[in-house]
């Protein structure tokens, strides 16, 4: 318990009444115990003179000491307010102010400053020794009967070092300032030294204690006004600082730092405390930006990366090796997403890497890989014939494995019993060492073993035993892991490992020797187990052998490349009859394969010269769903057939050929043709097994049969045209549905005043020029819809009305994107400026442009308020350039359109800005493509793919680092170096395209045809 704020008030009562400080030398090494406490404010005089011999000579008595101890532990105030009645008999023996304390003495005997066993508690007798460092060491926060008796207190008191009063038989003022500068410089029961403890309390300041000669700490240096920490990085404040004391020398010492919040952004006042100083203050500002708080190679092939907060799924993540980023990395996130995992498939080349998220950017350095221990496993060798493993690891930086393969090692043993035994060979294998010629050795010979690395001459050295040899006693099988990470083993696939546990005569665990030393499928004298299958067509264990680990190994060849089924291994020992067979069950599947289709129907109403769309599902030969895209190969749509009772309707054939039925590549549906309208039953059949039956009627063809709108100007402007294109009309079939204009119609175009360059539109000559007339006025256009036979079936009339200026009552600029200011001459950059006119109630006027001025008739010209934007004449039309010299960023103008007489008709702002173009949208021109290989296997990315910059001009790609990637490498391959994509085989893939600068990801659905 600590209460150090009581001490001061505890030693100055030994002096009772204080007034003034007593002056004292100037050096500290010439101070008395008295001037000490004196020049801390802890010991003072009785009178005006200060600590005079007089004073000093006089001796402390029990009530004094007994005030010091409650003052201590914080009972002084509840002993001055005690109204009880239990005393001490001779408690009036002092003065009336003492009276509530010694009575709640006597009623608190706990309080620890209890009486003697005649009832008397002697207030006013003198202080021993004995009992005033027994206050002493309460102070310290020891206590009598429980850390030491009171036959031990000057035993105990040495240990603490508090002796020098020990041999005093009566007490003086001046000892008890001994005893107390001894206190002050002992350790309290908490190992916090009592000055150190007054100064933390505020009880007194570093500057009184180190005046007092007192070695304390005066300031302390090490640590930051102002800290930055990241939101969920690390506590950025010093777990130590460097304390400098009174003497001059300095230490670091622990810092104890108050709390703050890490998850709400703002700054905060941070104090530290410091035993034996007090505290210091800080500041600490907590921010919530991502950053990178560590990036640094875990492995030979790895990166790790922390951030100080979960990164979001959008943000992207990039690697350089110096100015280039990095392709075909693999990017593991922990569950969190604070940490990212980044690998490939070969080891990173040693040099400077930096690691980019956001506006954090971390640089880190990757060293080549080296060896940095070795270690020998072994512990015994065998008397036998053949390579032993002598479990030798070669560990890198990173504590992983090395390949010993690639290393120059000198590899030596030699056996003190046998010294003139044949030379050992060593070979070595991809993770170890081998050892052959032990069979040399007999049992309890030993073999000194030397393994060193010749580049870095780290080695290894150990003595192994020779045993006698182990034999395998028991055998289990472990876990199958199949090849691949599948879920399932197929046909022709290699690589799968299954686990067993084997254990020797001696219950050790045995590790099978690779290759068949220790299994195989023919029974030998010499190979303990025998490996057999109930049927070797489907798994051969004549290609299974022990690998590296002690795993049996599948070689290609165990499992058969045709059929499936489920087989089971066992192992048995010619050479140990008592030894239980193990077994174990493998299931073989061939490749899933589309097996069934279940077809429900046309999905729309089928017509005549259209291909209509089936809902058609597909599964496997395991009843599984499979994606219906498995059935795009051509020997799959080849065994797609469709059978039909009328050929004229639906014709018969397959999907390889398209006819009657086909796979579109593009929905990824199965649809069927109509040829004509009537009615067939349709039998579709999947590799020769029938999968629907269904009766389908056709109907006619969609043909144009109602004309029900035309989009046109109603108003022109004398003279003034507008141009008709197919898209103006707006048609539907016969079944109400939007049609297109289909070839052998016609709309015919007629009127009592307006002109046409063309008075019958057809889809060969689809476009027609309405020109208005001079005279103003309201004219009629009437548009027929004529059938091949030039049968009218429908048409559609309307009014226009032709005005001149007068009729025009209001002009509008249209909307003028943002410019470019420097490229004036470059048409791309330059904005035509178009101006609409409006009648008295709103409704656009087609406007006729004067092909000299580029404007409507009625404007004369067009201003600009900034001489950096002008005009001109292209095409007839009137276009708006800008030409910027300046620093800013941006400029700006009004335009205004302008009558002959002077009146503004129209006014509109353009700026320009004088950012360079850069990309800032780029996409594949067409999201599917069918290519064909005949007419060229390799394409070059750049005619695929088209790019604006922020002006909607054309963006050139050349230049701009992009990645890309395939989904089918044996459909379409890919050549990031040439830009170029190769087209293989026919079949359906999706061609990716990532651009870092926008990490952006487009895709391509690309249907390769022969």
């Not at 046998?418 to 050892?435: E, G, R």
């Not at 390799?938 to 604006?948: D, E, G, H, R, W």
């Not at 391959?973 to 990801?1001: E, H, I, M, Q």
């Amino acid at each position: 318990m600590r209460k150090m704020k009581k001490i001061l008030a505890v030693i100055l009562a030994i002096s009772m009444i204080a007034v003034l400080f007593t002056a004292v030398p100037a050096s500290a090494e010439t101070l008395t115990d008295p001037q000490k406490l004196a020049a801390m404010n802890l010991f003072r005089g009785d009178s005006a003179d200060g600590l005079t011999p007089q004073y000093l000579a006089k001796a402390p008595d029990r009530k004094t000491a007994a005030r010091l101890l409650l003052r201590f532990t914080g009972l002084e105030e509840a002993a001055d307010a005690y109204t009880g009645t239990a005393t001490f008999s001779d408690a009036t023996s002092a003065t009336v102010y003492w009276q509530p304390m010694i009575g709640y003495l006597k009623a608190n005997p706990s309080a620890g400053f209890g009486g003697y066993e005649d009832g008397t508690f002697r207030p006013n007798d003198a202080m021993t020794a004995q009992a005033f460092y027994k206050v002493l060491l309460t102070i310290l926060g020891y206590k009598q009967d429980t850390d030491f008796t009171w036959a031990q207190t000057f035993t105990f008191a040495a240990s603490k070092g508090l002796s020098k009063i020990a041999n005093k038989t009566s007490l003086t003022n001046a000892d008890a300032a001994t005893a107390m500068v001894e206190a002050l410089n002992a350790n309290t029961k908490a190992g916090e030294k009592l000055v150190n403890a007054l100064i933390n309390d505020g009880v007194v300041t570093a500057t009184q204690a180190a005046a007092a000669g007192f070695n304390v700490i005066t300031t302390i240096t090490g640590y930051e006004a102002q800290y930055t920490m990241a939101y969920g990085g690390a506590n950025p404040l010093p777990a130590t600082v460097t304390a400098v004391y009174q003497s001059g020398t300095s230490a670091s010492v622990p810092v104890a730092w108050s709390s703050f919040s890490t998850t709400v952004e703002g700054t905060y006042n941070v104090t530290g405390t410091i035993e034996g100083f007090g505290t210091i203050s800080t500041k600490v500002t907590l921010t919530k930006t991502l950053l990178i708080t560590d990036a640094y190679p875990s492995g030979t092939k790895e990166i790790t990366v922390t951030f100080n907060m979960p990164v979001p799924v959008s943000t992207a993540v990039t690697c350089k090796f110096g100015v280039s980023v990095l392709q075909g990395l693999t990017q593991t996130w922990s569950a969190d997403r604070k940490t990212l995992k980044i690998t490939r498939t070969y080891n990173f080349t040693a040099g400077t890497y930096t690691i980019t998220a956001l506006n954090s950017t971390k640089e880190f350095a990757v060293e080549n890989e080296k060896l940095t221990q070795v270690e020998i496993g072994a512990t015994n060798l065998y008397p036998q014939s053949g390579a032993q493993d002598l479990n030798v690891t070669f560990y890198n930086q990173y504590g992983s494995p090395m390949n010993p393969l690639t290393m120059s090692l000198q590899l030596t043993a030699f056996s003190p019993e046998k010294p003139s035994a044949p030379a050992f060979v060593f070979s070595k294998t991809a993770t170890s060492i081998l050892i052959s010629g032990i069979d040399n050795l007999a049992v309890n010979d030993t073999l000194n073993l030397f393994v060193i690395d010749n580049a870095t001459a780290i080695a290894a050295t150990k003595r192994v035993t020779v045993v006698t040899a182990p034999t395998i006693s028991s055998f289990s099988f472990g876990e199958l892991t199949i090849a691949a990470s599948a879920t399932k083993i197929l046909t022709g696939t290699s690589g799968h490992l299954l686990s067993v546990y084997a254990y020797d005569q001696y219950g050790n665990p045995y590790k099978l020797r690779t290759g068949n030393q220790d299994i195989s499928s023919t029974v030998s004298a010499t190979v303990p187990l025998f490996i057999t299958c109930t049927d070797s067509t489907i798994v051969n264990p004549a290609y299974i052998e022990v690998n590296a680990d002690g795993k049996l190994f599948f070689k290609p060849g165990a499992i058969s490349t045709t059929k499936g089924g489920t087989v089971t291994l066992t192992v048995m020992s010619p050479m140990n009859a008592s030894m239980a067979n193990a077994t174990f069950s493998i299931t073989v599947y061939e490749p899933a394969a589309i097996s069934t289709l279940q077809i429900q129907g046309v999905s729309t109403t089928m017509y005549a010269g259209q291909w209509s769309p089936m809902v058609v599902f597909a599964y496997d030969q395991y009843g599984n769903f499979l994606s219906l895209d498995n059935i795009n190969t051509p020997a799959n749509l080849a065994k797609l057939t469709l059978i039909s009772s009328n050929g004229a309707v639906i014709p018969s054939g397959n999907a390889g050929s398209a006819t009657g039925i086909r796979y579109n590549t593009a929905t990824k549906v199965l649809e069927i043709y109509g040829a004509a309208s009537g009615t067939s039953t349709v039998m579709i059949s999947y590799d020769g097994r029938l999968q629907a039956t269904m009766s389908i009627t056709v109907q006619a063809s969609a043909a144009p049969s109602q004309l029900t709108g035309v989009t046109l100007p109603t108003v022109f402007q004398k003279n003034a045209y507008a141009n008709l294109t197919l898209d103006s009309f707006a048609l539907f079939d016969q079944y109400g549905a939007p049609i297109s204009l289909a070839a052998g119609y016609t709309i015919t175009v007629a009127s009592s005043g307006l002109t046409t360059d063309n008075p019958s539109i057809t889809t060969a000559t689809a476009t027609a020029k309405i020109t208005a007339p001079s005279t103003a006025g309201t004219y009629d256009l009437v548009f027929t819809l004529k059938d091949p036979s030039n049968n009218t079936l429908s048409s559609q009339s309307m009014s226009v009305q032709v005005v001149d200026t007068t009729g025009i009552s209001s002009y509008q600029f249209d909307v003028i994107g943002t410019m470019y200011s420097k490229a004036p001459t470059d048409p791309n950059y330059q904005k035509l400026i178009n101006i609409t006119g409006r009648t008295a109630t709103g409704v656009s006027v087609q406007l006729v442009y004067n092909p000299a001025t580029g404007l409507p008739e009625g404007i004369q010209n067009v201003t600009s308020s900034n001489s950096a934007f002008s005009t001109e004449v292209r095409a007839g039309r009137l276009y708006l350039k800008a030409n910027y010299t300046g620093t800013a960023s941006s400029v700006s103008t009004t335009l205004k359109a302008w009558s002959s007489t002077g009146a503004e008709l129209a006014s509109t702002t353009a700026t320009a800005s004088t950012v360079a173009p850069y990309m800032q949208n780029v996409y594949f021109i067409d999201t599917t493509k069918t290519l064909a290989i005949s007419g060229g296997a390799t394409k070059n990315f750049s005619n695929f793919l088209a790019a604006k910059d922020q002006y909607g001009v054309t963006f050139n790609l050349p230049g701009i680092d992009v990645f890309y990637m395939t989904s089918n490498a044996n459909v379409i391959s890919v050549d990031n170096a040439a830009d170029t994509f190769t087209l293989l085989t026919a079949g359906t893939c999706t061609l990716k395209a990532y651009f870092p600068a926008t990490d952006r990801t487009l895709e391509m659905v690309v249907n390769v045809t022969n």
